[in-house]
């Protein structure tokens, strides 16, 4: 079992930043692909971005590509979205998600993932 706790949501103003951490427990085996989803108020899951376990691999939803930065800090079991150029439209509850595999290809669902954090709410305004 991996537990995830997220950090770092907040309010800011369209155009600002905000940096979310997510400090989870260590992995029982291999290092997992690790993401962030969002979920907007009323509507589904969507996922924001992903790293895999190693961190030298990065993938990016085509709505937050250029803005978003995922990375991971393997020695301090943290995974980081530094959000830039924020949007009203990136208002949502954000969340850390863990694989247990390392490979990320393909995983952009809730399934894809086995360990969730409880959410942090990003709230930008106009």
């Known amino acids: 079992q991996v537990q995830l706790v997220e950090s770092g949501g907040g309010s800011v103003q369209a155009g600002g930043s905000l940096r979310l951490s997510c400090v989870h427990s260590p992995f029982p085996d291999t290092r997992g692909c690790m993401a962030w989803f969002r979920q907007f108020p009323e509507q589904g899951l969507e996922w924001v971005a992903r790293?895999?376990?190693?961190?030298?691999?990065?993938y990016y939803a085509g709505s937050v590509k250029g803005r978003f930065t995922i990375s991971r800090e393997n020695s301090r079991n943290t995974l980081t979205l530094q959000m830039n150029s924020l949007k009203p439209a990136d208002t949502a509850l954000y969340y850390c998600?863990?694989?247990?595999?390392?490979?990320?290809?393909?995983?952009?669902?809730?399934?894809?993932?086995?360990?969730w954090g409880q959410g942090t709410q990003v709230t930008v305004s106009p």
């Open positions: 998600a863990a694989a247990s595999g390392s490979w990320c290809a393909g995983r952009t669902g809730r399934a894809d993932f086995d360990y």
């Open positions: 790293v895999n376990g190693d961190g030298g691999t990065t």
